[in-house]
């Protein structure tokens, strides 16, 4: 019997067992829910063979058109999920029935990191999410201490932007923004989490910057344990486990030096110490701030860059608007955003087609209740797919074609670039209800001033006459660029810093 025989034999065995194991231990689904039709299963595999080819909320949009708004996969026999994809049913998930699908279905690789699920993220709506979330939306993220930041965002931004000048001067003009901006958003993230008096040294911000990069490239894996148990006995699950463990262990070198110290009673480090958490709870609490904010900031701004180099005429508009309120003269700051209604329409146009979140993580019934009339017991996984709410041509008139007119009310007041009032309640980028994202307001903030400076400063262009930036997408944590940007930035303005 030669070696190939016996590896085949071998491996027969260990999926065999592996599947016995699994169904002596499996826990069932919950029975008396009234699961919405969905595309046909496969003994054993449900669902999963449909979900590949394109990256999951695609697919998912897709059967959306077949199957209708609210219907069900199967990942496995055992493991159904609803996914729900048209507005109203969201809404009844997100607001109008909130408390009711307020609990997590966390993926569970993640609670590797978060101790269980001790995090805003995964943990249910019960004390410990209401007291984490108070303790960060009233101290660190309260509109006044983010505001109070604002000559030191617009201080690094201007550092930011010499450093991108002279790095694309040795480059013939060409520059990669990505790297750049999410430096930018750690630095932001720095001041909230450990107090504005924090040192911004270099070691810490590329420590940190790999550590995430490091978190999003293994969350940008499938979880094939969570949708098929069987998947943990897979090696390469296993090396997933073992890499976020090397990712905890990097967070904790470099955040628990600084635990030590005495933050600013405003910082979100001195609320977590005044709840005598564990090191290991507030480090992977503080990893959890980084993880999902650096890249949901960065990512978004060069997006939009991105759309802006692939339409000149839009970003010429939007540097118009920021020449009438600048005069052309000096920097962007923070107060002249509310200024800038077209700047606005961009970063809201740009989150439309790009949510950072296309599926969010899923939401679990915390009783038994409904769905659009539909019983739904407890425990009923639902996941609401907001990259097809937003996608939806009925709603927004080509979908895929980047438009910031359409919410200009100026502009789209006969309601030929789609109804404004059907479009705003079908904006669900950031969440509703309840788990709605707990930064949002400082993620508005930041991607919009990203943005209005980087085009005051640069005019972005191709590298190469026509051929313009990719668009395609990577899902992990959240919506990444497959490929990201790089342009050719030449300054508009030459004025003493």
């Known amino acids: 019997m030669d070696g190939n025989s016996l590896f085949i034999i071998a491996s027969t065995v260990v999926i065999v067992l592996a599947i016995a194991k699994f169904l002596a231990l499996r826990k069932s689904y919950p029975t008396g829910t009234e699961w919405p039709a969905g595309p046909k299963t496969l003994p054993l595999i449900g669902n999963l063979h449909q979900l590949w080819g394109d990256l999951f909320h695609v697919v998912l949009a897709n059967l959306a058109k077949v199957h209708g708004g609210v219907f069900t996969i199967w990942l496995g026999s055992w493991n159904p999920v609803i996914i729900v994809s048209d507005v109203n049913s969201a809404r009844e998930v997100l607001l109008t029935r909130s408390s009711d699908y307020s609990a997590r279905n966390y993926p569970g690789y993640l609670t590797v990191l978060s101790e269980g699920n001790d995090s805003i993220n995964g943990s249910d709506c019960g004390p410990f999410w209401h007291n984490l979330r108070k303790g960060l939306t009233s101290g660190a993220l309260n509109p006044l201490y983010v505001t109070s930041q604002s000559h030191l965002q617009e201080r690094d931004m201007q550092n930011l932007i010499k450093s991108m000048q002279e790095n694309a001067s040795r480059e013939n003009g060409v520059i990669k923004p990505l790297d ?115 890249d949901s900031i960065a990512s978004t701004i060069v997006w939009a860059l991105t759309f802006l180099v692939r339409e000149q005429k839009i970003q010429e508009k939007l540097y118009c608007e920021i020449k009438e309120v600048t005069g052309g003269t000096r920097p962007v700051k923070i107060a002249d955003l509310n200024k800038m209604s077209y700047l606005k329409a961009v970063v809201k146009e740009t989150i439309r087609m790009k949510p950072l979140g296309p599926m969010a993580i899923a939401h679990k019934a915390t009783k038994n209740t409904s769905l659009m009339g539909r019983k739904i017991d407890k425990g009923t996984p639902v996941m609401v797919n907001i990259y097809a709410i937003q996608h939806n041509s009925e709603v927004f008139p080509e979908p895929y074609k980047f438009i910031p007119e359409r919410f200009l009310s100026d502009v789209n007041s ?58 395609a997408e990577d899902l992990s944590l959240i919506l990444l660029i497959k490929n990201p940007l790089e342009a050719r930035i030449t300054p508009r303005v030459d004025y003493s810093y």
């Open 180 to 294: 750049y901006v999410k430096k930018e958003a750690i630095r932001l993230l720095n001041r909230t989490i450990f107090g504005q008096d924090f040192s911004n040294d270099e070691d810490f911000i590329v420590g940190i910057h790999h550590t995430v990069h490091h978190l999003i490239s293994i969350g940008g894996f499938a979880n094939l344990a969570d949708a098929f148990k069987i998947g943990e006995y897979v090696p390469r699950h296993r090396r997933y486990i073992r890499g976020l463990y090397d990712v905890g262990e990097q967070a904790a070198k470099l955040i628990l030096p600084h635990i030590a110290s005495k933050p600013p009673t405003n910082s979100y480090l001195h609320f977590l110490k005044s709840q005598d958490f564990s090191e290991d709870v507030t480090v992977s609490l503080i990893l959890e701030v980084f993880g999902f904010a650096t």
């Open 414 to 471: 006969d309601g030929s670039l789609g109804d404004r009032e059907a479009m705003e309640r079908s904006y669900l980028a950031f969440g509703a209800g309840m788990r709605i994202c707990a930064g949002m307001d400082i993620a508005k903030l930041s991607i919009s001033f990203g943005i209005a400076s980087l085009v005051n400063e640069f005019k972005w262009d191709c590298v190469s006459d026509g051929k313009l930036p990719d668009v």
